[in-house]
């Protein structure tokens, strides 16, 4: 039962484009989210969160967006550049109590020159 | 900057060999993890450790065990492994169980032939 589901598993965008990722979530008790970034043969690097009592969180480049109604997040990236080309997967957890991050399956963002 | 290291980046081991996977965190974490992650499945957690000595089976505990004798160390252990264990192995640690961003190890790639 995927609870944290990325139904794309690859994107292919232009440099200087916009990226964005969908993440949908069926479990209403999540109310914490993360994007993390891997690279090959390295570990995740956390990216971004957002928790549920925002809609939008931006760091520089990154903006997540929450639609709780929908059960649903986006990661948008502007402009995309080179560097961006990685494995990207969302995570959810409910902020209180012992519980732990379920992740996405991953989609492969690359940008293209 | 928390640091996450992991004892080997690539091992390769035989049907039935007992593996011992290192993770050691330099942050005073309370919370370490074990991931694998296989194409397609996102990273999927197979134990998580909240103090010393204490450990909880994540949602695929089947075949593996850990041991948590020491805050900064957690050891993934296969007693027998087998060739469905070829994998890419994580570790990660937090301050907090869920809600807040979990830093990772570089991966251990284990093939078992």
């Known amino acids: 039962d995927q609870q944290v589901k990325q139904n794309s598993p690859s994107l292919s965008v232009q440099e200087g484009r916009i990226s964005i990722l969908n993440c949908d979530y069926t479990n209403s008790m999540f109310d914490y989210f993360l994007w993390y970034k891997k690279y090959p043969a390295e570990g995740p690097t956390f990216l971004i969160s957002?928790?549920?009592?925002?809609d939008k969180n931006e760091d520089g480049r990154f903006t997540v967006f929450l639609n709780k109604s929908a059960k649903h997040l986006s990661l948008h990236i502007v402009p995309s550049q080179p560097g961006d080309s990685a494995v990207y997967f969302c995570a959810a957890s409910p902020l209180q109590g012992a519980q732990k991050l379920v992740f996405g399956q991953g989609t492969r963002l690359t940008i293209n020159p | 900057d928390v640091k996450v290291t992991q004892s080997s980046r690539y091992l390769v081991k035989r049907t039935g060999e007992k593996v011992f996977l290192e993770c050691v965190q330099d942050m005073d974490h309370e919370n370490m993890f074990w991931y694998r992650q296989d194409p397609g499945l996102g990273l999927r957690l197979i134990y998580f450790s909240y103090d010393v000595k204490m450990k909880e089976k994540g949602d695929i505990p089947e075949g593996y065990s850990v041991s948590r004798e020491k805050k900064e160390r957690f050891s993934l252990i296969l007693e027998s492994a087998s060739t469905n264990q070829t994998s890419m192995y994580l570790c990660?640690?937090?301050?907090?169980?869920?809600?807040?961003?979990?830093?990772f190890g570089p991966g251990t790639r284990l093939t078992v032939t």
């Open positions: 957002i928790s549920s009592i925002k």
């Open positions: 990660a640690s937090s301050l907090v169980l869920g809600g807040y961003e979990q830093y």
